[in-house]
């Protein structure tokens, strides 16, 4: 899966995304991923949601007549024309704090000193941040009366099943770990019974990989890996890779909602934000990217004061690029695989290069990745068939500069970030 990530926020009212969907189409995603679009609370967050079953007031068009829940669904069709499928958040961990849930419903959450539990959580630096306009859901009650049809756990089924109507088939579950396994076993099941298209995508970023491995096995269709904050040293990120990828394919991202933008992160240099999407696009089975990082945006996503004009000036254009790689992914089921990564070594240690195996047969691509996005690099090998354990014919797939013919021995100059794709024949 490829997702274009359509950050409500800057995209602003629905009838205005038109352009967004097309892009991203022609891009070559497949998928457009949405934050949540349900009515806030008093904080204006994205993910502190007052009322499930109403759309925010601020993506509907003001002179439209159609109803609100009809708005979501044109849009819906519209992507659909383009070929995209849509996913949102499922934010079900926590609400609003003021949501009317608390009155209606106050046995549907945690107390702690006859109070409404707050969500936290415990920063690197040891800080203990606490979200006061969030309250946090009871999910263990919510499985001891998961027969009741007037409880919690039938609330979310229904509020599944009203997503799927206005035209969304794909979830990605906010904060997944936190939620117990069996809820989501049993949640994802009741779905299935009779929404047997729908996709379940676990957000686990965080957590221990032992936390992800648990959380992946309750029936998730994907997670997400942390390739965004690999700097290409160590082995911590093919460590976890591994301990995951037989359980649930996985999804890296160069930026998201959640990060600083890397135009701005590396100080506008344009060769860093291609190395790093061709990177996390070809690692892993899926990939992710956030609206304007196609455009060299500067701001970051904030889910609370980002409005559309926040929407920037192109500072570069990277659509033609992102569309190359996003092909090549296509092309190489290696590269759309969970295929088992080697790193290999290399004289020069400001070059990476790593090997990918098919999930089954003898098929293998290899990734040259220059790690400095500042300085080229010199990428010398006696004979390519040996790192990439293939007799036959080599495919050179580089959204730079591929070559028809391989020498040997091989030589190339990599620019500033730049990386070569190479795949054996039977890859």
């Given at each position: 899966?490829?997702f274009?990530?359509?950050?409500p926020?800057l995209?602003?009212?629905?009838e205005?995304w038109?352009?967004?969907?097309?892009r991203?189409a022609a891009?070559?995603?497949?998928?457009?991923?949405?934050?949540?679009?349900?009515?806030?609370?008093?904080?204006?967050?994205?993910?502190s949601?007052?009322d499930?079953f109403?759309?925010?007031?601020a993506?509907l068009?003001?002179?439209?007549s159609?109803?609100p829940?009809a708005q979501?669904?044109?849009?819906?069709?519209?992507?659909?024309?383009q070929?995209?499928?849509?996913m949102?958040?499922?934010v079900i961990n926590h609400?609003a704090?003021?949501?009317?849930?608390?009155?209606?419903?106050?046995?549907?959450?945690?107390?702690?000193?006859?109070?409404?539990a707050?969500?936290?959580?415990?920063?690197?630096?040891?800080n203990k941040?606490?979200?006061r306009?969030?309250a946090q859901?009871d999910?263990?009650r919510?499985?001891?009366q998961?027969?009741d049809?007037?409880g919690?756990?039938?609330y979310f089924?229904r509020?599944?099943e009203?997503?799927?109507?206005l035209?969304?088939?794909?979830?990605r579950?906010?904060?997944?770990?936190q939620?117990p396994?069996?809820?989501?076993?049993?949640l994802?099941?009741r779905i299935r019974?009779?929404?047997?298209?729908a996709?379940?995508v676990?957000?686990t970023l965080?957590?221990?990989?032992?936390?992800t491995?648990?959380t992946?096995?309750?029936g998730?269709?994907a997670?997400f890996n942390?390739?965004k904050w690999?700097d290409f040293?160590?082995?911590?990120?093919l460590e976890?890779y591994?301990l995951?990828?037989?359980i649930?394919p996985?999804?890296?991202?160069?930026?998201?909602h959640?990060?600083r933008r890397m135009?701005?992160?590396?100080?506008?240099n344009a060769d860093?934000l291609?190395?790093r999407?061709?990177f996390?696009?070809?690692?892993?089975?899926?990939?992710m990217?956030p609206?304007?990082?196609?455009f060299g945006?500067?701001?970051?996503l904030d889910?609370v004061?980002?409005?559309?004009?926040d929407?920037?000036?192109p500072?570069?254009d990277?659509c033609d690029?992102?569309?190359?790689?996003n092909?090549?992914k296509?092309?190489v089921?290696?590269?759309?695989?969970?295929?088992?990564i080697e790193?290999?070594d290399h004289p020069?240690?400001?070059?990476?290069?790593l090997?990918?195996?098919?999930?089954?047969?003898?098929?293998?691509a290899?990734l040259?990745?220059?790690?400095d996005p500042?300085a080229r690099q010199?990428?010398?090998?006696?004979d390519?068939?040996h790192?990439l354990?293939?007799?036959?014919?080599?495919?050179?797939?580089?959204?730079d500069w591929p070559?028809?013919?391989l020498p040997a021995p091989?030589?190339?100059?990599?620019?500033p970030?730049?990386a070569?794709v190479?795949?054996s024949?039977d890859?």
């Open positions: 899966m490829k274009y990530n359509l950050f926020r995209a602003g009212p629905f205005r038109t352009p967004h969907l097309e991203a891009m070559g995603f497949d998928w457009v991923f949405v934050n949540p679009i349900q009515q806030l609370g008093r904080s204006g967050s994205l993910y949601i007052a499930y109403a759309i925010n007031e993506l068009a003001s002179e439209s159609l109803a829940e979501v669904q044109a849009m819906a069709e519209r992507a659909g024309e070929g995209l499928s849509l949102i958040d499922l609400c704090e003021d949501s009317p849930l608390l009155s209606e419903h106050p046995d549907w959450f945690v107390r702690q000193n006859n109070r409404i707050h969500p936290f959580c415990v920063e690197a630096n040891g941040v606490v979200w306009d969030l859901f999910h263990q919510a499985l001891q998961a027969d049809p007037h919690l756990l039938a089924v509020l599944v009203h997503l799927i109507g035209g969304f088939r794909g979830f579950c906010d904060a997944a770990y939620l396994t069996a809820l989501w076993e049993q994802i099941s019974d009779r929404h047997p298209g996709v379940f676990a957000e965080g957590c221990s990989p032992e936390q491995r648990e992946a096995e309750a998730f269709d997670i942390s390739a690999w040293n160590g082995n911590w990120l976890q591994e995951t990828r037989q649930a996985s999804i890296g991202f160069p930026e998201s959640d990060t135009f701005e992160e590396f100080h506008a860093a291609r190395q999407y061709l996390t696009a070809l690692f892993a089975s899926g990939v990217m609206i304007g990082f196609e945006f500067r701001r970051r889910v004061e980002t409005t559309p004009n929407w920037e000036t500072n570069l990277l690029f992102i569309t190359q790689v092909a090549i296509d092309a089921p290696v590269l759309a695989g969970e295929g088992r790193w290999l020069d240690p400001a070059i990476l290069v090997r990918k195996h098919a999930l089954q047969g003898p098929g293998q290899l040259v990745i220059n790690k500042w010199r990428f010398y090998v006696d390519l068939h790192l354990q293939s007799p036959g014919p080599i495919r050179d797939l580089s959204p070559m028809a013919e091989f030589e190339f100059w990599l620019g970030g730049m070569r190479l795949v024949s890859a």
